[in-house]
């Protein structure tokens, strides 16, 4: 049982380059997220999907695009990398059932140079 | 909207001594609260939760009350370890939509 898959783990980008920050979930989750953490700033909500055709901005949308054309994916796709995303970015999702937890994936993490 | 403070860190203690982190919360309705722990070099793991008013939540020896009134969520553990040493997550759920505000982390060293 896989849970949440993050791909890759590490990835380095010049300024201006674009690239998709891969996740996958096996669990039939509904609704799934994407998170960047920043140091003292705790994790920060970047694009959430509350089921397949459907995805909505959250805290710090700004640089970063998302589909959901399946249940299983939901990629997070920077355009044009800039510094400012230097980050680490979690995936998470969840059944939706009221009080159940999020599952996290493993996290990517991204330096823009 | 939504918002979690939590104490700053980093919280250094001894091997055995009492743990408190503070956590309060400003939310629509009565979310759940979460604590979630990071690792070194790890994702994130759940805690521990509560659902409603007064509920404890519970796991590891560590513990957390729901508090209405004081719109809090402390997280304590009685004697902590050298492997308790990690990032805490204090979050509330937005319901409706599975995703999670959260405060921003509280780093845990624990010397032998």
């Known amino acids: 049982n896989a849970g949440v898959t993050q791909t890759p783990k590490f990835q380095v980008l010049k300024t201006g380059q674009s690239m998709t920050l891969q996740c996958a979930q096996d669990?039939?989750?509904?609704?799934m997220s994407w998170y960047r953490q920043d140091p003292g700033m705790g994790l920060r909500l970047i694009h959430y999907?509350?089921?397949?055709?459907?995805?909505d901005q959250g805290e710090v949308p700004n640089g970063y695009n998302v589909s959901r054309s399946t249940t299983e994916d939901f990629p997070l796709r920077l355009l044009s990398a800039a510094p400012s995303q230097t980050s680490v970015y979690f995936c998470?999702?969840?059944?939706?059932?009221?009080?159940?937890?999020?599952?996290f994936g493993s996290g990517t993490q991204l330096s823009v140079l | 909207g939504n918002s979690v403070t939590q104490m700053e860190g980093p919280v250094t203690l001894s091997e055995e001594a009492f743990l408190t982190i503070n956590c309060t919360y400003t939310?629509?309705?009565?979310?759940?609260l979460f604590w979630y722990v990071q690792y070194p070099g790890e994702g994130l793991q759940l805690l521990l939760k509560?659902?409603?008013?007064?509920d404890k939540g519970s796991n590891k020896g560590f513990e957390a009350t729901y508090r209405k009134e004081t719109t809090s969520f402390h997280l304590e553990k009685g004697s902590v370890q050298v492997s308790d040493s990690a990032v805490y997550f204090c979050?509330?759920?937005?319901?409706?939509?599975?995703?999670?505000?959260f405060g921003k982390g509280t780093m845990l060293l624990v010397s032998p």
């Open positions: 998470a999702s969840s059944g939706g059932r009221p009080n159940e937890k999020l599952f």
């Open positions: 979050a509330l759920v937005r319901l409706g939509y599975s995703t999670l505000t």
């Open positions: 509560a659902t409603k008013a007064d």
């Open positions: 939310a629509t309705g009565y979310p759940s």
């Open positions: 669990m039939n989750h509904e609704y």
């Open positions: 999907s509350v089921g397949a055709g459907i995805t």
